[in-house]
């Protein structure tokens, strides 16, 4: 007899390893290094009205790891900030969620941003990101860099940089971990 206990714990199938993570993570730093043209990078790196935001959670250390691709690539330091969208969820579960606090030290008018996120989905935390950056300015441009794209939209939202495309159902979700030792990917599917 399989006890409730049992039935609620998590099957976990490893994706990728360590180096497989590592090709992820360097990809997806490189396409987003890619985005100007040719002419605009010899002219300073075309990133010199960039700011890098990353949502909190996931979006945190891929946020800090595009600043340092382009500092050095380009020897351009880009102001990097942090947005936190609970307040503007549009779900049930958002207020039941802790708050944790949006950091953006810099004006963000006119300027041209990359918002970064670990996992992409129904489109519903981009979006709520947006909303929030709104209420600080408006910003020239906003381009969106995920890690992974599971799929499953509900709102049409495309990500311009994506490190990989996986594909799973709505009781799947993806974990990724690119801060420990041994990075990884996990598709989590629960029971």
Known sequence: MVSSDDSKKLDKSLLFDDSATNDILNDFIDSVLKSTPPQTRAAAGGFNNTVII??????????????????????????????????????????????????????????????????????????????????????????????IDKGGRELPVCPDFVGKKIESGKDETIHVDILSKEKHVDKIIKK
Request: charged share 35%; aromatic share 8%; net charge negative.
């Open 54 to 147: 990353g949502i909190k959670e996931g979006g945190v250390p891929l946020a800090d790891l595009i600043k340092k691709g382009i500092k050095n690539h380009f020897e351009i330091d880009c102001e990097l900030g942090y947005v936190d969208m609970t307040l503007y969820r549009d779900d049930p579960f958002a207020v039941k969620k802790p708050i944790k606090s949006t950091e953006l030290p810099f004006d963000i008018e006119n300027k041209d941003i990359i918002l970064v996120d670990d996992v992409i989905s129904s489109g519903r935390t981009v979006r709520a990101a947006i909303d929030e950056i709104f209420d600080f300015g408006r910003p020239k441009s906003i381009k969106l860099a995920v890690l």
